[in-house]
């Protein structure tokens, strides 16, 4: 049984700078594809960023050079550091994992496939 929990989220001004964590409890972390989505109310959660279990990134060209994924296999851990903050970068923040990875789970970032899914951390971003 895989666990996710989300960590990091806070209230920032535009242009300011946030970590995310998330914990991975379960079997199978270094083989997982860990990814980050994100969701409005009302709206569809989108893709914001990923890596594989080579560490090969991917990230949404309304984030790219401004996010940057990572993983630290020694504490079972993904990161994901927000710079530059838009107003636009709002919302909730989702941890999700599916193992094993494939190149197909990252390229293009999709909700679907993923099986494991944490609870959440808020983001928001004020002008």
């Known amino acids: 049984q895989v666990r996710l929990v989300e960590s990091g989220g806070g209230s920032v001004q535009a242009g300011g700078s946030l970590t995310l964590s998330c914990s991975y409890s379960g079997d199978d972390y270094r083989g997982a594809c860990m990814a980050w989505f994100r969701q409005d109310p009302g709206k569809e959660r989108l893709g914001v960023a990923a890596i594989g279990s080579d560490n090969v990134t991917t990230y949404s060209d309304s984030v790219k050079g401004r996010f940057t994924v990572s993983r630290d296999n020694a504490k079972n851990a993904p990161y994901l550091q927000l710079n530059s903050l838009k107003p636009e970068d709002s919302g909730l923040y989702y941890c999700?994992?599916?193992?094993?990875?494939?190149?197909?789970?990252?390229?293009?970032?999709?909700?679907?496939?993923?099986?494991?899914w944490g609870q959440g951390t808020q983001v928001t971003v004020s002008s």
């Open positions: 999700s994992a599916r193992a094993p990875c494939y190149m197909t789970l990252l390229r293009p970032l999709n909700g679907k496939p993923y099986h494991h």
